[in-house]
């Protein structure tokens, strides 16, 4: 399973930063997307990182703002959010794919795992 941690409330123009851990498998061998659901609206991916690391994608809405990291060792991958936004609001998912490669990262229904979600609310 995918365990994500972070998230919370923040103001805007503030930072954040999302954990998801594998537990009972690596992930040395998926691909991994993170994903975003805000009210009223379908859920979106937004990121991913490829199997090395070497290779990263992201949404035209965070790009810029948004890294994605993964650290093997520690079987964890990141999401640092910066110059977060009210529209940023939403609750974030991470999904593992066994795959190599980002190319239709956010096709949700080629992931293996997923995350139980985490809310972000960017808020004053």
């Known amino acids: 399973q995918l365990v994500q941690s972070g998230g919370g409330l923040v103001q805007p123009g503030g930072s954040l930063k999302l954990s998801c851990a594998a537990s009972?498998?690596?992930?040395?061998?998926?691909?991994i997307g993170w994903f975003r659901q805000a009210p009223g609206k379908e859920r979106e991916g937004i990121s991913c990182?490829?199997?090395?690391?070497?290779?990263?994608k992201y949404s035209d809405s965070v790009k810029g703002r948004f890294t994605i990291s993964r650290d093997n060792a520690k079987n964890t991958v990141y999401l640092q959010m910066n110059s977060l936004k009210s529209e940023d609001t939403a609750v974030y998912y991470c999904?593992?794919?066994?795959?190599?490669?980002?190319?239709?990262?956010?096709?949700?229904?080629?992931?293996?795992?997923w995350g139980q979600g985490t809310q972000v609310t960017v808020s004053s």
């Open positions: 999904a593992a794919d066994w795959a190599i490669g980002c190319s239709g990262y956010t096709q949700e229904d080629q992931y293996n795992y």
């Open positions: 009972g498998f690596t992930l040395d061998y998926y691909v």
């Open positions: 990182i490829s199997r090395n690391g070497v290779s990263t």
